[in-house]
């Protein structure tokens, strides 16, 4: 059975409506225990009636003249298992204990259940439903913080409710909030039906209107709960000390939580001066607590001026007052007044949200208005506003929604450039007037003429046709200028030329980059053979043939020469002469030979002293070799033959060079094309060094002497043998390379070996879809609070490996936005890899495994901040230090992309919209004059957007943006507006991979 305590006081005008609740459940097995507490009215003849009516009802009186002191007294008089607390102003709906009597049921261990609840206002209008679901996981926790179920939204154990004691009367509010944290300190699990099963009905009258008695009650309920408690005598351990005060949550920050709801009930009544400001500076200010935030102000604005949500807006004149002063307090004791219009606009958004506009709602920061999408009139702002949040309408409808910034007022011709972003130029010129019909025609006409708008088409990626466009152009044409004095592009245009300013004063300028140089990739050729080499070495040394790993090569062919005196040696492919002026000294007569020209000549000045040696130029798959030479040095050019059977003949034409006796070397790169399973090079060859040594080999007359390999190469002996010759078995030593691989080298290797090649998943794949990872920085060591920002160096080379084993590549966001503009499918493999902030971690630790992975990466600055620290984060810990512009520069002529993390690295949502333009204009401008390239791309501090941004980013300039938005970039993706894959420092290359083969399904 549920027994039902129902204090009532002076409550004759809503007695009936609670008590005819009861009567209209569906289970009849309850009792209703009415209390009395020293009425004057006729609440005592009203509950005489029901009593008489029904024997279920039953009476007490009571002079404790306190809800706690009535509901004790029912209490005392109650026999059923569960109690329900209604007050007499309040009800249930008809199912209410059917449902909660079947969670608990479902639910024996529970010691309470509870449901949903909805406000009613004076005139009857509802508040949506509300509940809080924290308290069904920890319940304890939950209510050491805040009051989180209305009284008579839950049904709980009496027996529990007797050895607790009941309510305290001591308390002149938040007695309930008492008495369900002591039952939840207890540790038994609260079911919840999520449900609005409760109505509670809101009053001037009512006692949360006492905003100092409730904080003061609140303050003693939340220190109770952080806190030992006598009174709970068998506590659950893990509350018997009071709540967890970790991350913050702290008994200041739940006072200051409940104190900002107060104050915020305070401005809806159109007062606001009652609350201590200093107990908010507790309460969190960076952005992820914004909405949190806006949401207890907002719904201590509905509880003060008992409003609806729809109703708020337009009652801003009641409270906008006080309310704003709040916010600009709350941002004031937090320091940070940005933080504080962050809110304001969070908050304003909100109201907006609920609102039909049928008026205009000039509200503080923002003017919310509807627009004749048809017939769009200039709109002056208001003082203090920088924000439209707009209805587009036609024929009376809502069309569209658009939100953005403005900086000045807003012209007919801009409103019609933001109208044709979600109208067709054929809806907006049916409601043209019979003369604007006629100019808009001449318009059009004139538009056909030239064939080109004066703007970008705004439609041109939501597949307008070439009609579409005229009339577009002649619509805007038609709308006047854009730009005139006190608009919003004349004042866009004046923060650019500041910007411009700025820049041009404090930033050296250099030469545009050209794309960085990288060598041509193995293997590819036109037919021209001759041609092909001579246009090669049109770049000095293009292998860089004095580096350290290029000279261990050497050394490894001249230890593998044959002992003994070598009379007559022949060097096929000798390039510019490199490894000819090292093997000169050690024969006879060196034939030295290249198919380039160019080559011959430079090995020819650099052999000048070496009088042993004649150089020739020679295409040796084509020319007759040679003959009767002791030695023959064919390294690293084999691979450049057609195919395998150019090989085979080249094979049989190097035996009949040689005398018998003499010895071939050739030096070879193990390439993946022979074997996927191991490391090597990924060229674009038909074979490598694995089947060129099988192809020597098999060649009749030769015989491998000695190899010597290592895990990227290797270089043979072999000896040229008669049919009687007795063959032995090959020497092989494996040896390490020590000398270090320059990135040109290093870049074309995959180390262990490849799951898929580049060039065959390009040929083979396409998809819809692109992973953009999203990286921070790259150390061993940092704060432990930002450990999910940072990866060891170790951790992504894993990452970076894998990708180049499995066929990625690498683009850039103009490549990216340029694929989803066409909507054409991504080819092979793509991924784009971001940095944020421009850690000097990146040009140490990170750009080194990138390159030496073959990839490139994108990296968003904060462009006042260059060359310092970032200072974002020094509430946890000494901030790492960032890029200087030197180091930017030199990072661009190597091949690392730069965009916009704007320039402050505050989170744009509380931001003015002149100071967001600012911060766009000025970072794009400095990185533009650091790098010499055009900066398209843009990346929101701390993934933080609002509605202002990508229109906003869009007018200064950029065409890529990327926002909060998390999982891989498609096809049907906002360019603006792009999403991307974070990658967590605490997650393991599992995960990694996961994620990457879960975009390639």
């Not at 008669?722 to 032995?728: F, R, S």
Request: net charge negative; proline share 5%; charged share 25%.
């Amino acid at each position: 059975m549920v027994s039902v305590v129902v204090p009532a006081r002076n409550a004759e005008v809503t007695l009936t409506q609670a008590l005819d609740c009861l009567l209209a459940q569906g289970i009849a097995d309850w009792e209703a225990i009415i209390v009395d507490d020293g009425s004057t009215d006729n609440t005592a003849q009203i509950i005489a009636g029901y009593v008489e009516r029904d024997a279920r009802f039953r009476t007490a009186n009571s002079c404790a003249h306190c809800a706690a002191g009535a509901r004790n007294e029912g209490i005392s008089m109650a026999r059923g298992r569960w109690l329900m607390f209604l007050d007499a102003d309040d009800w249930v709906d008809a199912g209410f204990l059917a449902k909660m009597l079947a969670a608990l049921e479902a639910a024996p261990d529970a010691v309470a259940c509870y449901c949903g609840s909805r406000r009613v206002m004076p005139d009857g209008a509802l508040t949506p439903s509300s509940i809080a679901t924290e308290v069904a996981i920890e319940p304890f926790e939950a209510f050491a913080r805040r009051c989180a179920i209305r009284t008579h939204a839950l049904l709980i154990d009496r027996a529990t409710i007797v050895e607790l004691g009941g309510f305290d009367v001591s308390l002149h509010t938040c007695e309930d909030w008492d008495l369900w944290q002591r039952v939840a300190r207890q540790g038994k699990p609260w079911v919840m039906v999520d449900e609005p099963l409760a109505f509670y009905r809101a009053s001037p009258n009512s006692l949360t209107r006492n905003s100092r008695q409730m904080l003061a009650d609140a303050e003693i309920v939340i220190a109770r709960g952080f806190s030992a408690d006598s009174r709970v005598k068998h506590p659950a351990s893990a509350h018997a000390n009071g709540a967890i005060s970790a991350d913050g949550r702290t008994a200041s920050q739940a006072l200051a939580w409940f104190a900002l709801w107060i104050a915020a009930a305070d401005c809806g009544r159109g007062g606001g001066g009652s609350i201590d400001r200093q107990i908010l500076r507790a309460l969190p200010a960076r952005y992820e607590w914004v909405r949190e935030i806006a949401k207890v102000v907002f719904d201590g604005l509905m509880v003060g001026s008992l409003s609806v949500p729809e109703q708020l807006a337009s009652r801003w004149d009641r409270f906008g007052g006080p309310l704003s002063g709040l916010i600009i307090d709350l941002g004031q004791v937090w320091g940070d007044p940005v933080a504080g219009r962050r809110v304001q606009y969070h908050l304003e958004q909100m109201l907006l949200d609920f609102d039909d506009l049928a008026a205009p709602r000039p509200l503080a920061l923002t003017l919310g208005i509807r627009i004749d999408a048809r017939n769009p009139t200039s709109t002056e702002l208001p003082e203090g506003i920088d924000q439209i949040y707009a209805y587009l309408m036609i024929d009376g409808k809502i069309e569209a929604l658009v939100q953005f910034g403005a900086l000045g007022r807003v012209t007919r011709r801009h409103w019609i450039e933001l109208i044709l972003d979600f109208v067709t130029p054929q809806e907006v010129i049916r409601g043209l007037s019979g003369y604007q019909r006629m100019a808009f025609r001449f318009r059009k006409g004139a538009a056909r003429l030239t064939g080109r708008s004066p703007l970008p088409d705004p439609r041109q990626n939501a597949g307008a046709d070439k009609q579409d466009k005229f009339a577009a152009d002649a619509l805007l044409s038609a709308a006047g200028r854009r730009s005139d004095p006190g608009s919003h592009y004349d004042r866009l245009a004046r923060l650019a030329a500041e910007a411009e300013g700025l820049v041009r004063s404090s930033a050296e300028a250099v030469e545009p980059l050209a794309p960085p140089r990288r060598v041509r990739a193995e293997g590819g050729r036109d037919n021209d053979r001759a041609s092909f080499w001579d246009r090669h070495f049109a770049t000095e040394d293009p292998w860089n043939y004095g580096s350290a790993y290029e000279q261990e090569k050497y050394e490894r062919q001249l230890e593998i020469l044959p002992a003994g005196p070598i009379e007559r040696a022949l060097e096929l492919a000798c390039a510019e002469g490199h490894f000819t002026r090292q093997l000169a000294p050690l024969v006879g007569h060196l034939t030295a030979t290249d198919i380039s020209a160019v080559a011959v000549e430079r090995a020819r000045a650099r052999c000048s002293d070496q009088l042993n040696v004649e150089f020739a130029v020679l295409d040796f798959a084509a020319a007759v070799l040679p003959g009767g030479m002791d030695l023959i040095i064919c390294s690293e050019v084999l691979y450049f033959l057609d195919d395998p059977a150019e090989l085979r003949q080249l094979a049989s034409k190097l035996v009949a060079a040689l005398a018998p006796g003499g010895s071939l070397v050739s030096a070879n790169a193990f390439v993946l094309r022979d074997n996927l399973e191991r490391t090597g090079f990924d060229w674009d060859n038909k074979f490598g060094a694995q089947v060129i040594s099988q192809t020597l080999a098999a060649t009749e007359g030769l015989v491998l002497e000695r190899s010597i390999q290592t895990d990227l190469y290797r270089i043979d002996r072999f000896r040229r043998v008669l049919p009687e010759d007795v063959a032995t078995e090959p020497t092989i030593d494996h040896v390490p390379i020590r000398a270090p691989i320059e990135i040109e080298v290093a870049r074309n290797i995959v180390w262990g070996g490849a799951r898929a090649l580049r060039r065959e998943v390009a040929r083979s794949e396409r998809r819809q879809r692109v992973p953009v990872l999203m990286y921070h920085s790259i150390c061993d060591e940092g704060p432990a609070a930002l450990a999910r920002y940072r990866l060891t160096p170790a951790a992504f080379a894993d990452q970076m490996a894998w990708l180049r084993a499995n066929g990625f590549h690498t683009i850039i966001s103009d490549q990216l936005e340029w694929f989803v503009a066409n909507r054409h499918p991504f080819v092979g493999r793509p991924v784009l890899i971001t940095f944020d902030d421009g850690f000097q971690n990146f040009a140490e630790q990170t750009w080194p495994i990138l390159r030496a992975n073959d990839l490139t990466a994108e990296v968003f600055l904060v462009t006042d901040l260059v060359g310092e620290s970032a200072r974002w984060d020094a509430d946890f810990g000494p901030p790492a230090p960032l890029m200087d512009a030197g180091t930017v520069r030199r990072l661009a002529t190597e091949g690392v992309f730069f965009g916009s993390h704007l320039a402050t690295h505050r989170a744009i949502d509380g931001l003015s919209s002149s100071d967001l333009a600012g911060e766009l204009l000025r970072s794009r401008m400095f990185i533009e004059r650091w790098t010499g390239r055009p900066t398209m791309a843009f990346a929101a501090p701390f993934s933080v957007t609002d509605r202002r941004l990508g229109r906003l980013a869009k007018e200064c300039g950029y065409r890529i943006g990327f926002g909060g938005g998390h999982g891989p970039a498609d096809l049907n993706s906002d360019p603006i507006d792009l999403p991307r894959i974070e990658i967590r420092g605490d997650r393991s290359l599992d995960d990694f991979v996961a994620i990457l083969e879960a975009v390639l399904e």
